[in-house]
């Protein structure tokens, strides 16, 4: 059997029932694709018989080496990233797939979907106006770290985490989905208010990552222009402008509220895991702290870079809060004043 025999909702969060007994699955399911590949009918009957966790993990194994070599032929580093808003999604959607062709209720399967795929639509969108897909574009922090690394260890770096672990990072912030799969088995085909309630804070993180990047996108606009005509747009100062990072809006209360945004969409989804399976917690939380570690870290590595590049942004890190806004802070958007007073009444 590809799914186990549950006989409680606490059951489908229990690791050792629900996956170590389809780990051996993946040990031949490579060279079970090989045989059947040109059979779309040994293809459907693998794909059902398949545990679809270990399908899925195998998928994200076997997508790592292409993006590598993708990465070393073209030395360009952003190919996990071009795919980053559309993986997550894909996973959701095998287990989507995966339940209708069993027969199993996928009312909230269903919404998950629809949730991750707001979720993809927006980033895809936003990635693409900034010439993510453009050709020879490249995430500008690759650049900085071969600086910092040695061709023969950024190779080391491509291989184990940009190749690898990105890729079974995307992976694994779905997994919950896989419990809810497990879960649709006991609880029916029905949406409750709690699983509306989740659906509605993921689209709405959705909407508050949508509107950090819109407010984002007309300051880099806004700057842009000002640079070549020497005008401000009516909606900026100048002096916001000449910083060159942006400080209103959003951004006056969170250094990265896009960021912030985006590791609570899929910490909701675990959460509605653990509602879905009645349990308090469960280990495909795995994936989403994974996920908060690596925000932690890149936006280290990207702070680091702004810290250099503009001569106030370590200012702005001691007004703002990083992700989340400070319990004792200034007041939003006062930030250009407040700096200016300090710094005259220095030079006093």
């Known amino acids: 059997?590809?799914?186990?025999?549950?006989?409680?909702?606490?059951?489908?969060?229990?690791?050792?029932?629900?996956?170590?007994?389809?780990?051996?699955?993946?040990?031949?399911?490579?060279?079970?694709?090989?045989?059947?590949?040109?059979?779309?009918?040994?293809?459907?009957?693998?794909?059902?018989?398949?545990?679809?966790?270990?399908?899925?993990?195998?998928?994200?194994?076997?997508?790592?080496?292409?993006?590598?070599?993708?990465?070393?032929?073209?030395?360009?580093?952003?190919?996990?990233?071009?795919?980053?808003s559309l993986l997550p999604t894909f996973y959701n959607a095998h287990f989507v797939l995966y339940a209708h062709l069993l027969g199993l209720p996928t009312a909230r399967l269903d919404a998950v979907l629809i949730t991750s795929v707001i979720w993809s639509s927006r980033l895809t969108f936003n990635y693409w106006r900034k010439g993510g897909y453009s050709i020879g574009s490249e995430d500008y922090r690759w650049e900085v770290l071969r600086e910092y690394l040695s061709p023969p260890l950024f190779l080391v770096f491509d291989v184990v985490f940009i190749s690898l672990a990105q890729n079974i990072l995307l992976f694994s912030v779905s997994m919950p989905t896989y419990l809810m799969l497990l879960a649709a088995k006991k609880s029916g085909d029905h949406l409750d208010a709690g699983d509306l309630g989740f659906s509605a804070v993921m689209v709405a993180f959705v909407a508050l990552s949508f509107?950090?990047?819109?407010?984002?996108?007309?300051?880099?606009?806004?700057?842009?222009?000002?640079?070549?005509?020497?005008?401000?747009?009516?909606?900026?100062?100048?002096?916001?402008?000449?910083?060159?990072?942006?400080?209103?809006?959003?951004?006056?209360?969170?250094?990265?509220?896009?960021?912030?945004?985006?590791?609570?969409?899929?910490?909701?989804?675990?959460?509605?895991?653990?509602?879905?399976?009645?349990?308090?917690?469960?280990?495909?939380?795995?994936?989403?702290?994974?996920?908060?570690?690596?925000?932690q870290a890149s936006t280290w590595f990207t702070e680091l870079i702004s810290a250099k590049k503009y001569p106030e942004y370590q200012e702005y890190?001691?007004?703002?809060?990083?992700f989340y806004p400070k319990l004792v802070a200034n007041l939003p958007g006062d930030f250009s004043d407040q700096y200016s007073k300090k710094t005259d009444s220095k030079s006093q």
């Open 1 to 84: 059997m590809s799914l186990p025999v549950i006989k409680s909702l606490a059951d489908c969060a229990d690791f050792e029932k629900t996956v170590v007994p389809y780990i051996p699955q993946f040990y031949d399911i490579f060279q079970q694709v090989l045989e059947s590949v040109t059979n779309p009918q040994a293809l459907k009957i693998l794909y059902v018989s398949t545990n679809p966790l270990i399908s899925a993990f195998s998928i994200s194994l076997f997508l790592s080496p292409i993006f590598l070599l993708a990465a070393e032929i073209n030395r360009n580093y952003s190919q996990v990233d071009r795919f980053w």
């Open 211 to 295: 509107a950090a990047d819109q407010q984002q996108w007309n300051f880099q606009s806004a700057k842009q222009k000002y640079r070549k005509t020497a005008k401000a747009p009516t909606q900026y100062h100048r002096e916001d402008l000449d910083r060159g990072f942006n400080v209103v809006g959003l951004w006056s209360w969170s250094r990265h509220p896009n960021f912030a945004a985006e590791q609570s969409v899929w910490v909701t989804l675990y959460a509605w895991s653990c509602y879905a399976t009645k349990t308090y917690y469960n280990w495909t939380g795995v994936g989403a702290i994974c996920y908060l570690c690596l925000f």
């Open 317 to 322: 890190q001691k007004r703002v809060g990083k």
